[in-house]
């Protein structure tokens, strides 16, 4: 009898022991499925914010480039008191762009911010990015517009160029 009593403890032990390991890991699973969807969850709503940025920074730029390709007319003279008192409007009204310049022969006449860049860097490093209307986006312009070891980037037209 006891023998019988010892085997069943033991049976009974050993289903216990089973039924608590079947539990963890059906636990290790379910806990896993929902750490993986929560972080997708987020994953999804980091992407869409990043995509509602890029549309925002998009019609931005857009709307400044725009802006001051029509500002150029011929009493509008480029870097003149007038042009850098609308540009200083155009940054103001802005979130994404930090100056707003002029180039010619490649370089940096003048910005918003700077006024007029007494000694013109050419802009020598290659675009990161050039979009199908011509815009070029730069990427570290550091130094060419009187700010020492600071990473613009710049969106440029042929008269005109924003750094963001």
């Known amino acids: 009898m006891k023998t019988a009593h010892k085997s069943q403890s033991i049976r009974l032990g050993v289903l216990l022991l089973i039924e608590i390991l079947l539990g963890a890991a059906l636990g290790a699973l379910f806990g896993e499925d929902i750490i993986i969807r929560q972080a997708r969850t987020e994953a999804h709503e980091f992407a869409s914010r990043l995509v509602e940025r890029g549309d925002s920074l998009n019609k ?4 400044v480039l725009e802006a ?3 500002g150029t007319h011929p009493h509008f003279e480029p ?3 007038a042009d850098m008192a609308f540009m200083d409007g155009l940054l103001l009204g802005t979130s994404y762009i930090k100056d707003i310049g002029r180039v010619e022969h490649n370089a940096f006449l003048c910005t918003s911010l700077h006024n007029r860049i007494a000694n013109p860097q050419p ?13 070029k986006i730069y990427r570290d312009l550091h130094g060419l517009v009187g700010i020492p070891a600071s990473a613009l980037s710049s969106i440029r037209t042929p008269a005109y160029s924003s750094t963001t």
Request: aromatic content about 4%; hydrophobic content about 25%; charged content about 20%.
């Open 123 to 135: 802009i020598i490093v290659d675009p990161t990015f050039v979009g199908r209307d011509g815009h």
């Open 60 to 63: 931005e730029t857009t709307t």
């Open 79 to 81: 870097c003149s008191e």
């Open 68 to 70: 001051v390709s029509q």
